[in-house]
Nanobody, 115 residues
């Protein structure tokens, strides 16, 4: 069983930056995609950014130009660099790994943007 552990969340002022990390408990094979999702109180979980096994990336419109997804295969780690944060970015951020046939979720890391 693979466990995903997110870290890097916290409280930041509007306009600030955070970098989220998601580390898998072991090296994974046959990954189709890795992504970041978020869920704000009272809202549905939504896709933030995704990176395919081939390295192509896709972003939600509301983060384009502000967030960057990346990965370090040697460290089994996925990253999300978040810049120009606004209060609307406040949410619980989850990482997701998809393989052929299954997917894994972390427990989330809280990001709060407030002055």
């Amino acid at each position: 069983q693979v466990q995903l552990v997110e870290s890097g969340g916290g409280l930041v002022q509007p306009g600030g930056s955070l970098r989220l990390s998601c580390t898998a408990s072991r090296r994974m094979f046959s990954i189709v995609s890795m992504g970041w999702y978020r869920q704000a109180p009272g809202k549905q979980r939504e896709l933030v950014a995704i990176i395919s096994s081939g390295g192509s990336t896709n972003y939600a419109d509301f983060v384009k130009g502000r967030f960057t997804i990346s990965r370090d295969n040697a460290k089994n780690t996925l990253y999300l660099q978040m810049n120009s944060l606004s209060p609307e970015d406040t949410a619980l951020y989850y990482c997701n790994y998809r393989t052929f046939g299954t997917e894994y979720w972390g427990l989330g890391t809280q990001v709060t943007v407030s002055s």
